[in-house]
């Protein structure tokens, strides 16, 4: 027994539950609020945001923190609680707290000028606030930077602890050399995709009914979870019995179908936390990729996947007769699997996908670490979406201003994105080798895959990162080509590239 940690429990605890409470409020804004609380709200939510930061940030936490520190006594998980907590306090401890308000001021500033300058189609309305931004990030990464640790791997390694720009220099170059070549091949390609039934005027009824048979499907607890609608999709939790996702319904069947499968792959890491971990500070994913490698895991490969819908697929007739009641599997599952090169990342399929994290990975490591400047991104983005999708945004509301990242000031974050779908390949190609994956999808049986990555994957949240979980489940670190590979034999079958 630590009597430190005890101690130190209760400030946690405390912080937890106002973390839990700010979480309903976000959700509840997203989803059910009325139009005229947001004010007010906001007032409450200044307020438990300040008694949150309060709580984990004073003068006898760090005593707590440190007396913890020194402490043999504390079991893996208490020492893990101790360890997130102190790098937490070290990181706002070295940025001066005048600067870190203004800076807090800046981007909130920031997201309503990008929205403005977004709608006008205008990026030198954005550029003198963006530029402030880049600043203060490469102000506060200097801070953090220890042992001539470079500005952008102070950012990388907020959302990926592990990865730094090295070992991301190295899965950029692979998807430019084996993925850009692959999407002029398909592009290429004589093989016409016909997807056109994926678009109609489908009911918010019917969008629900098959959403909800779809996450159960993919087995989504609706004891344990609820599910509404908002005007983009995702997934927030309480603790791993309270975990809320939303979706959107829309003209297109395949945006409405994959986004329940994404969420439900998100909400499944959040049940399947360990009870010991659920609501302290390592009671979430190991890592931002790691979050979104099981989302897209359940989206693509499950989710895209022939062998997943054979069970299912008259359900989905049956609920969008004049669709698909004359669309057989095979055209259904070619349609949801269509690659094209387009202007907006988050449209993009399977596989454009990366080559839209990659332009954005040279653009953010340019402007950090390189001689890119603010005012030349519209022109150095339209050039990179030539060279690697062939096509040029002709305004930056498709370009460079499509994304709110970096009105927010998180650069290093777009990375984790890409990773997520890598780690999920890697992933893939190991189970393989342990179980009949597509046979189990064709049986219905998809608690069995559920079961192995709760066990491998979800229940040590975040008492390791995502390159030891890469590791001790496929007894390799993060490899990228089994990406490639994915990427290879699943376009090269869809789109005839060998003959
Ligand atoms: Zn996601």
Not at 407 to 431: E, N, R, V
Not at 460 to 484: A, C, H, M, Q, W
Request: proline share 3%.
């Amino acid at each position: 027994m630590s009597q430190a940690f005890d101690e130190l429990k209760q400030y946690l605890d405390r912080a937890m539950a106002l973390q839990a409470a700010l979480q309903l409020f976000e959700w509840d804004d997203a989803t059910a609020a009325p139009k005229e609380a947001g004010k007010l709200t906001s007032n409450v939510i200044r307020i438990l945001s300040g008694e949150y930061f309060q709580a984990v940030n004073n003068e006898e936490v760090k005593r707590l923190v440190k007396a913890s520190r020194e402490d043999e006594s504390l079991t893996p998980i208490q020492a893990a609680q101790v360890r997130e907590l102190s790098e937490e306090l070290e990181k706002l401890s070295c940025i001066p707290k005048e600067e870190y308000q203004d800076f807090a001021r800046l981007t909130s500033e920031a997201t309503r000028v990008w929205e403005e300058a977004k709608e006008a189609n205008d990026f030198l309305r954005f550029a003198p606030t963006l530029k402030q931004v880049v600043e203060y990030q490469k102000k506060f990464a200097g801070y953090r930077a220890k042992d001539g640790q470079r500005k952008y791997d102070v950012m990388l390694n907020d959302y990926e602890p592990g990865f730094h720009m090295e070992l991301l220099d190295r899965f950029f170059d692979t998807i430019k050399k084996e993925v850009v070549p692959l999407l002029k091949a398909v592009s290429e390609s004589k093989v016409l995709v016909r997807d056109d039934f994926l678009t109609g005027e489908f009911s918010d009824e019917q969008q629900e009914r098959i959403g909800r048979f779809l996450a159960e499907y993919v087995g989504f607890d609706f004891a344990k979870g609820v599910m509404a609608v908002s005007a983009h999709p995702f997934t927030t939790n309480l603790h791993n019995k309270d975990v809320r996702m939303t979706t959107h319904y829309n003209h297109n069947l395949d945006s409405s179908l994959f986004s329940i499968i994404h969420e439900t792959g998100h909400a499944l890491y959040e049940f399947g936390i360990g009870d010991d971990l659920t609501q302290t500070l390592v009671g979430q994913g190991a890592s931002m990729g790691m979050h979104e490698s099981q989302s897209r895991f359940f989206e693509n490969i499950i989710g895209r996947n022939k062998s997943f819908w054979i069970p299912i697929y008259e359900t989905l007739q049956e609920a969008f007769p004049e669709a698909l009641s004359e669309i057989g599997l095979d055209l259904f599952v070619n349609a949801v699997n269509k690659a094209e090169p387009g202007f907006i990342r988050t449209e993009a399929d399977e596989l454009t996908y990366s080559l839209h994290i990659l332009i954005r990975y040279e653009l953010e490591k340019e402007l950090i670490e390189g001689e890119l400047s603010v005012e030349d991104l519209p022109r150095v983005w339209a050039d990179k979406y030539e060279a690697y999708l062939g096509i040029r945004p002709e305004n930056v509301r498709e370009g460079v201003l499509q994304d709110i990242h970096w009105s927010q000031g998180s650069f290093g974050y777009f990375p984790s994105y890409a990773l997520g779908s890598a780690f999920g390949a890697q992933l893939y190609y190991h189970m393989k080798k342990e179980m009949d994956f597509e046979g189990l999808l064709e049986e219905g049986r998809l608690e069995v895959i559920r079961e192995y990555l709760r066990e491998h994957i979800h229940k040590y949240g975040k008492l390791k990162d995502s390159r030891t979980i890469l590791r001790d489940i496929t007894g390799e670190d993060f490899n990228p080509d089994y990406y490639v590979m994915y990427l290879k034999e699943k376009y090269g079958k869809l789109y005839r590239l060998d003959q």
